[in-house]
């Protein structure tokens, strides 16, 4: 799963403002290096998404299940892009250096200082 910069640091700063109106911790370093580790993300909750309300778009779009490959329309793919192409317009528009990147390689990049121990 891949994300933007820009993305990253918005849903990583929605979910650690949800954690804290649940009184629960932000994110530390050490949780997205052994869900790397893992092969997971360090959001999964017993086969779950743990912040379902703020995944990021790539999360939101695609399916597992095969029913929803609609005639084989690639429709997952096409509204991935569609997005995507709107993030990096919003990249360009705020000034803001365009990446792409893995999205536990992009959460180590936004954890805060004082979350990494
Ligand atoms: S849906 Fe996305 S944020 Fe949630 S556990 Fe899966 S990869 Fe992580």
Sequence with gaps: MYVTGLEAAFVSARI????ALRASNPLHLYEVRDAHARGDCPYLRAGFC????ERPLGCRIFFC??????GGSNWQSDLYETLHSETIALHER???PYRYLDWREALA???KPADRA
């Design 16 to 19: 650690d403002a949800a954690r």
């Design 50 to 53: 743990g912040e379902h309300l």
């Design 94 to 96: 705020l000034a803001i």
């Design 65 to 70: 299940d095969k029913q929803l490959d609609v």
């Design 109 to 111: 990049m936004v954890t």
